[in-house]
């Protein structure tokens, strides 16, 4: 079995294109079969030295009540499967309380995480990772997932963990 990545984060984060930057070289393979790819939350990554799994997830969504108010079944079950868990956040809308409870979610599950974050294209990356860093994560990396910035270095930063 091959080794699993969830992508985590509050919606329009940008998990669905970081998903398409990390597994695209075999998208093309199914890109025209309809109802596959648009409802697929499982993609290979193929960009390392050995593939790995890549979930997307989509449970969490619109709902100020906090992780536990929200359709988060699909977002344990890919916790509970994967290896690693890259928790994607926005450079733009900065912590939102949403972010936090993920978090917390997150790290009850004791493995290990990767916060990404994404959309820096445009904005002063190192304040952005500033703010993040109060998240006390170690691997804090930046990201623009639609320039397909920052996926090579996610890719190596993964690796030892799977
Ligand atoms: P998801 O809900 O977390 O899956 O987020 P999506 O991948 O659907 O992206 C939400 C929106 O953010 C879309 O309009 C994307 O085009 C945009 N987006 C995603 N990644 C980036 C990025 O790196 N930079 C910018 N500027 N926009 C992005
Ligand atoms: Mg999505």
Redesign the pocket.
Known sequence: MLPVVALVGR?NVG??TLFNALTRSRDALVADMPGVTRDRHYGVCRLAPRPFVVV?T?GLSGSDEGIEGLTAQQVRAAIAEANLLVFVVDAREGILPLDASILTELRRSGKPIIVVVNKTDGVDEAVALGEFASFGIAETLPASAAHSRGVDTLVAKALPYL
């Open positions: 919606p998990k669905s997307d989509g």
